[in-house]
């Protein structure tokens, strides 16, 4: 049952270019979305998050915009750095329920 | 803040014996934590949930006799691979979350587990 879906298994950019990464759900309960990045053999690193009640969340280089309607959130770095090379997840929740649901992951590289 | 580790970050056994991974929460006290596997290109797959002080939650599909959880206090969650067998190899990782209202899961770094 997957309830978040990352369709793009990769994405590769030019330094200086914006990343788009992109994420689906099919719950319409879910109310709190984030977004990880993961390197090999680590443990995923929280990036972003954002609650249902808006549709943009934004810090530094990274930010997150919501499409309730189309259960659609994507996460646009600028200007991605190869630093940024790694997998990104994202995550959805509903309310206080711990459980989280994540995406299969879009591994992103990007290119000095 | 909200740092979580977890030990040991790799282990390799034989067929047959058991592992234990030990999850804690260094500046906050998680009264529930998460334990995920991570098979390879795939997502992270919640195995269960564990509770301090009372039985963890599995998600259906994963054996609980086989991963054994242990939530003995509000900063330590161990889970035990018991009988391992190949099949067992992943990458398991734990997560805790801070109390209160929408926040995220913190991860530990993992543990690679390679059975031969």
């Known amino acids: 049952d997957q309830q978040v879906k990352q369709n793009s298994p990769s994405l590769s950019v030019q330094e200086g270019r914006i990343s788009i990464l992109n994420c689906d759900y099919t719950?319409?309960?879910?109310?709190?979305f984030l977004w990880y990045k993961k390197y090999p053999a680590e443990g995923p690193t929280f990036l972003i998050s954002?609650?249902?009640?808006?549709d943009k969340n934004e810090d530094g280089r990274f930010t997150v915009f919501l499409n309730k309607s189309a259960k659609h959130l994507s996460l646009h770095i600028v200007p991605s750095q190869p630093g940024d090379s790694a997998v990104y997840f994202c995550?959805?929740?509903?309310?206080?329920?711990?459980?989280?649901?994540f995406g299969a992951g879009t591994r992103l590289t990007v290119k000095p | 803040g909200a740092v979580v580790s977890q030990h040991p970050s790799w282990v390799i056994c034989k067929s047959g014996t058991s592992v234990k991974i030990e999850c804690r929460s260094l500046d906050f006290q998680a009264t529930t934590m998460f334990w995920y596997r991570q098979f390879p290109k795939q997502s992270l797959m919640l195995m269960a949930t564990?509770?301090?002080?009372?039985?963890?939650?599995?998600e259906q599909g994963v054996e609980k006799d086989k991963f054994l959880i242990n939530h003995a206090s509000l900063t330590l969650s161990t889970l035990t691979v018991t009988s391992a067998h190949p099949e067992d190899s992943s990458f398991y990782i734990c997560s805790a979350r801070v109390q209160g209202g929408n926040s995220p899961l913190h991860f530990g770094n993992g543990t690679r587990l390679t059975v031969t």
């Open positions: 954002i609650s249902s009640i808006k």
């Open positions: 719950n319409s309960m879910f109310d709190y």
């Open positions: 564990s509770n301090e002080g009372s039985k963890a939650t599995y």
């Open positions: 995550a959805a929740s509903r309310g206080n329920n711990n459980d989280m649901r």
